[in-house]
């Protein structure tokens, strides 16, 4: 007695070699089975969800919070808090972060010193203190310059006299100042150039921008940036134009500079009451993220146009500082709160325009730095 054909029948993501002639009842069950098979092992395939990590210090709790950030479920969760006051019962100020280039340590910003401020180092991980250095008043914004590997401190000196204060050096391996450079009355938002050697910082009381060169340790332009007191709080470089971003608190606006002709070239009014406080450029130039400190909001800008493509209110109500992901896909936006109120970190998505996370840290969440993102295994959905 002759025999039926075995079907020839394989399994592939999109594709089924199907027979061409008429096949028993019990055949076309065994086909649907695989296909059942083929398709569960397709759902079942790891797709790479991307976790992000931000420290965030908060200044009345004298705490660091390092924020998980999981895109899979838009959901942030803080993973640890560090503790970085010394003396128990006074609040220190825990103000201004920073990551090292190498992602290996942190650094943040204690601005009540006795006599002076100073700037302790952490293990990122471990998030373990590895030493101190004692700067100038009231430290704030800094960042590592990657040309020369020191850690450049604006010294604020919120409480001092009215007078021109410092940009303090510090080597961050000895954890040792090695110079001051003077700049203008209350400097703010230490920032490079993508070369590394630039550095830019704004004085709020003197209304300029100063750049300095980092391998000589000296100003070399100053800039009035705006009329009357507009208070610069922030600057920024563009990532790959001669540009840099100027937030005015005082006057509701950023002021866009020309590096190469040191000029005040566009003015981006930012709203009343806004009084626009940090900012950043997204690492591939296309959009500028702006904390409204006046009115608990987030301004997103499209630098293609210059015009403002979204105005989002955060969750707490005085917004402070702001981090871009590498990736240019997410902005993490710290809040202050007020009286008794938590911080809060707030997450944006850059493409939908969107707020689509929070949690909450310690009250008058300031400094927030980006550390990495790690991808996570979850289940294709």
């Known amino acids: 007695m002759k025999r039926d054909a075995e079907p020839n029948v394989t399994c592939q993501p999109a594709t089924f070699n199907v027979p061409t002639f008429n096949a028993t009842p019990a055949m076309r069950l065994l086909r649907t089975l695989l296909l059942v098979i083929c398709l569960f092992g397709l759902a079942a395939v790891p797709a790479l969800a991307q976790n992000y990590y931000a420290y965030v210090a908060s200044e009345s709790a004298d705490e660091v919070a390092l924020v998980r950030f999981d895109a899979d479920t838009e959901s942030a969760t803080v993973e640890e808090t560090v503790p970085v006051g010394y003396i128990a019962p006074e609040t220190e100020g825990a103000h201004g972060m920073t990551v090292a280039p190498d992602g290996e340590h942190w650094f943040v910003s204690i601005a009540h010193g006795k006599p002076y401020g100073r700037v302790a180092k952490y293990e990122t991980g471990t ?23 020191l850690l450049y401190v604006a010294n604020f000196n919120l ?27 209350m400097p703010h938002g230490s920032r490079f150039a993508p070369d590394g050697r630039t550095h830019y910082s704004v004085s709020m009381m003197d209304g300029t921008l100063h750049e300095v060169d980092a391998l000589t340790g000296r ?9 009357g007191t507009p208070k610069p709080t ?37 709203g009343e009451g806004t009084a626009p406080y940090n900012l950043e450029v997204s ?12 009115t608990g909001e987030t301004g997103i800008w499209n630098l293609e146009t210059g015009e403002r493509a979204a105005r989002l209110s955060n969750t707490q109500a005085v917004t402070h500082g702001v981090v871009i992901s590498p990736d240019s896909r997410y902005a993490f936006v710290s809040a202050e709160g007020r009286g008794d109120d938590p911080g809060a ?16 840290v310690g009250p008058q969440a300031g400094g927030i730095a980006f550390w990495k993102t790690d991808a996570t295994t979850t289940s294709a959905r």
Request: aromatic fraction near 4%; charged fraction near 25%; glycine fraction near 6%.
């Open 127 to 149: 998030n373990a203190k590895v030493d101190t250095a004692h700067v100038g008043m009231f430290p704030a914004t800094m960042e590592v310059s990657s040309v020369t590997g």
């Open 283 to 294: 690492p591939d130039g296309t959009t500028l993220v702006v904390s409204y400190k006046g």
């Open 234 to 270: 922030w600057v920024d470089p563009h990532p790959s134009r001669p540009l840099a971003y100027v937030a005015h608190n005082g006057a509701d606006e950023v002021v866009v500079v020309d590096r190469d002709d040191w000029a005040v070239t566009q003015r981006l009014p930012t």
């Open 345 to 360: 970190v707030d997450v944006f998505d850059l493409r939908s325009n969107e707020r689509v996370a929070s949690v909450e």
């Open 219 to 227: 100003v070399t332009r100053t800039l009035t940036t705006g009329e």
């Open 159 to 185: 409480h001092g006299e009215p007078e021109p204060s410092t940009v303090s050096v510090v080597d961050p391996e000895a954890m040792t100042e090695v110079d001051r450079i003077e700049t203008g009355i």
